[in-house]
């Protein structure tokens, strides 16, 4: 039969492993599952099992052993959860609910509003089989956007939530007076979409980044 190979993961008690096997016969033939291994017991197939096991070997209470791990994987699926949401990613329900929450007090937000925020950033990259321009934001944590409705999605839900988010209008009166933040691309980016820096393909580029308002700006130089 087969042997299986070894696979992370996570949460095993310490001197146990996971390996994953495929279905050779049957209506599965072909399926993966995983079975667990330590060096007293083989072929494990629930998780919860192995936890039961592992406290019986070394003495302890079974069921508060599963108990505990049953509360580990929850916690821990929550910060998964709460990292995924603090990007704006999130069920499309609450994503709906937090957008329209958000846009319902500020509207749309765009790139040049995003880069007044303050310790916020965008960087921008030309994809090198298209020509086209990608931008990521980043806020003060290092936490990265790659889309500006996934920050109105993040906010919404803070807002709902009773956090704090950065003042919106504040941004807005900056970029409307000092104009968008611009940055130039690096040396490695320009190089490999094949725009000389100060060319057209940069510039609108650069533009992209900085938002909407600027892009025009751009194209109407580059049709000039």
């Given amino acids: 039969g087969d042997g299986g190979v070894r696979i992370p993961y996570e949460g095993l008690p310490r001197g146990w492993w996971a390996v994953q096997k495929t279905y050779q016969t049957g209506k599965f033939t072909g399926g993966k599952y995983v079975r667990f291994f330590n060096s007293r017991h083989s072929s494990l ?37 709460q990292a995924h949401e603090a990007k704006g990613i999130m069920h499309k329900e609450k994503r709906d609910e937090a957008l329209t929450h958000f846009r319902s007090q500020f509207g749309p937000l765009d790139g040049a509003t995003v880069s007044h925020f ?6 921008w990259k030309i994809l090198e089989t298209c020509g086209q321009t990608h931008v990521k934001y980043f806020d003060p944590s290092g936490t990265s956007f790659a889309l500006i409705v996934s920050i109105e999605a993040a906010f919404g839900l803070r807002m709902l939530e009773g956090e704090d988010i950065p003042d919106i209008e504040a941004a807005r ?14 040396r490695s980016e320009v190089a490999a979409s094949g725009a000389a820096p100060g060319s057209g393909a940069a510039a609108a580029a650069a533009a992209a980044a900085a938002g909407p308002a600027a892009s025009t700006s751009t194209r109407r130089r580059s049709r000039a």
């Fill in 45 to 81: 197939s629930a998780i919860r099992k192995v936890f039961a096991e592992d406290a019986k070997d070394r003495g302890l209470d079974p069921e508060l052993a599963v108990k505990e791990y049953e509360a580990n994987m929850k916690e821990s699926l929550d910060r998964k959860r």
């Fill in 118 to 123: 303050p310790g916020w950033r965008a960087e």
């Fill in 173 to 186: 009166g900056a970029a409307e007076r000092d104009g968008p933040k611009k940055s130039k691309p690096r």
